[in-house]
């Protein structure tokens, strides 16, 4: 979808689809004479019969006259003017763009709502916009598909060079963000660690992103036998996926962050049932953040230094598959007995995070789809943060105002490491069901050295079972928009 600025004038403008937006209480956004409608008669009827609501996701159409440039008029409710925020934006523009769709316009123009000032408005307009226009549809036929819009006219005071700016950094945002919800919605039989790996690398050679990706020869012989021990139970060999982003110059510390790959859950031995693997193909969406997360940065030439690790793995059942019991050494920490190999995102996480010092990560943070157990504390639309950084945790925990993507805190009290003490090893790779997030979360501490660290648990945020903001039903992507503001403002 094309992203055009237009400056808006009392003068109603040729367009198929004219949105504007009503808050609970009756104020309409902008005002009916800013928008050049005090006078359209359809609207007056409208609105004299109380058919124009104000509640969040209500739509009005009406149709402007055939002398009216303007064909349709669209009329969206967006709740109280007081509690309105970047969610209710969001909401509002994608319902627009979906309502297109529906109608089969390939054109739609509306006002960006009124956040903190124009720019802010107008780049999450576009964002909005561009994450909602995306749809999974490559295994549909032709005939089933709507066509989408193809263009959006955002109107403003003026179509200013730094406006622009913002359209063209929110389309990046959008594109790769995108791009990482298509890896999260291809099934494992086509999105294999080989797959991901090829599609990420390509990616990254388009915008010059270095990447490496490392086979499974290079995995046994460096040691990372976590890593190692959950990719042989499957036919499929895993890849270790690195992109290194060198924005901030030689003396700038590096952030590194390690992304859960798991292509397909299966549980392994610890076997899933149906209900429980149908939405594991999701289960690398930390991974496809991670990449999101890198490309964008690279494509906006964010002055940052960055490293990006994806293990990238299936967690199957061959003959060679890990058992319950076993022992491991992991590559840069305590020995590991695997008392359940369905806790298997940590330990390939563990490896992940142990390469990321190595390559000279000065601060730590992981995103994964890692435990249920966040998904019973918090739903389907929060997800846990676990830190003992204060900056890290103010950055997460503020940054909703602007990604739109809520966390909440949960503790990381050392009494929970004491659930995963091992008579045989080191540690255990799961410290049982009570308190299950957190404890997971102290198996990942282990790995970090004392370095500054945040854990992201996004497990139930990557593909939903119906729509939700600006993302229709299935892939979200979750995190890219989280990861690249810690890396804007760490
Ligand atoms: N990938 C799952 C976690 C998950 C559950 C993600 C639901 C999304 C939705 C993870 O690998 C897992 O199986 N975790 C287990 C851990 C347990 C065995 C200690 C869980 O949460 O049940
Ligand atoms: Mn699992
Ligand atoms: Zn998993």
């Known amino acids: 979808m094309k992203i055009e600025l237009k400056p808006f004038s009392k003068q109603l403008s040729e367009s198929e689809l004219l949105v504007i937006f009503r808050f609970e209480g009756g104020e309409f956004y902008p005002t009916l004479d800013a928008a050049g409608l005090a006078k359209a008669p359809a609207l007056k009827q409208a609105i004299a019969a109380k058919d124009i609501k104000g509640k969040p996701g209500a739509m009005s159409l009406l149709y402007l006259g055939e002398d009216s440039p303007t064909k349709r008029l669209l009329v969206i409710g967006v709740g109280k003017r007081e509690k309105f925020r970047v969610e209710g934006l969001i909401s509002a523009v994608s319902a627009a763009v979906w309502k297109a769709e529906k109608l089969g316009v390939s054109e739609l123009t509306c006002y960006p709502l009124p956040l903190k000032d124009e720019g802010e408005a107008v780049k999450q307009t576009a964002l909005a916009a561009l994450l909602a226009n995306y749809r999974f549809d490559r295994y549909l036929p032709k005939l089933a598909k709507k066509p989408r819009p193809s263009t959006l006219r955002i109107l403003v005071g003026k179509a200013t060079s730094a406006l622009k700016t913002v359209v063209e950094q929110a389309a990046i945002v959008a594109k790769y963000q995108n791009f990482s919800r298509e890896l999260i919605n291809e099934p494992v039989n ?282 229709r039903k299935g892939a979200t992507a979750f995190g890219v928009r989280t990861l690249l503001h810690l890396i804007e403002n760490r």
């Open 190 to 471: 086509v999105m294999t660690p080989l797959e991901f790996a090829s599609r990420v690398s390509k990616e990254a050679e388009e915008i010059g992103l270095q990447c490496e990706v490392h086979d499974e020869e290079w995995i046994h012989k460096k040691g990372m036998k976590l890593l190692w021990g959950v990719a042989k139970g499957s036919e499929e060999p895993p890849r270790l996926v690195v992109l290194r982003h060198n924005g901030g110059g030689k003396n700038a510390p590096w952030l590194g962050i390690v992304g859960k790959g798991v292509m397909f859950d299966t549980g392994g031995l610890s076997l899933k049932n149906t209900a429980g693997m149908l939405s594991m193909k999701a289960d690398m969406g930390g991974g496809a953040a991670t990449v999101g997360a890198l490309l964008a940065a690279a494509a906006l030439s964010v002055k940052k230094n960055i490293i990006g690790i994806v293990p990238a793995v299936i967690n199957a059942i061959d003959g060679r598959a890990q058992n319950v019991s076993d022992i491991v050494q992991s590559f840069d920490g305590p020995s590991v007995e695997i008392v359940n190999t369905d806790a298997e995102g940590r330990l390939v996480l563990a490896d992940g995070l142990s390469y990321a010092r190595e390559l000279g990560a000065e601060t730590l943070i992981d995103i994964c789809t890692l435990t249920g157990a966040s998904v019973v504390a918090l739903g389907m639309k929060v997800a846990a943060l676990f830190t003992d950084d204060d900056n890290l945790r103010d950055i997460v925990l503020t940054g909703k105002e602007t990604t739109a993507e809520v966390f909440w805190q949960l503790p990381l009290f050392d009494h929970y490491a004491e659930a995963l003490k091992s008579t045989y090893a080191e540690t255990k790779n799961s410290g049982g069901r009570w308190g299950g997030a957190s404890t997971a979360a102290k198996f990942l501490e282990k790995f970090t050295d004392g370095k500054p660290w945040a854990h992201l648990d996004i497990a139930g945020k990557e593909l939903l079972d119906k729509p939700w903001l600006c993302y």
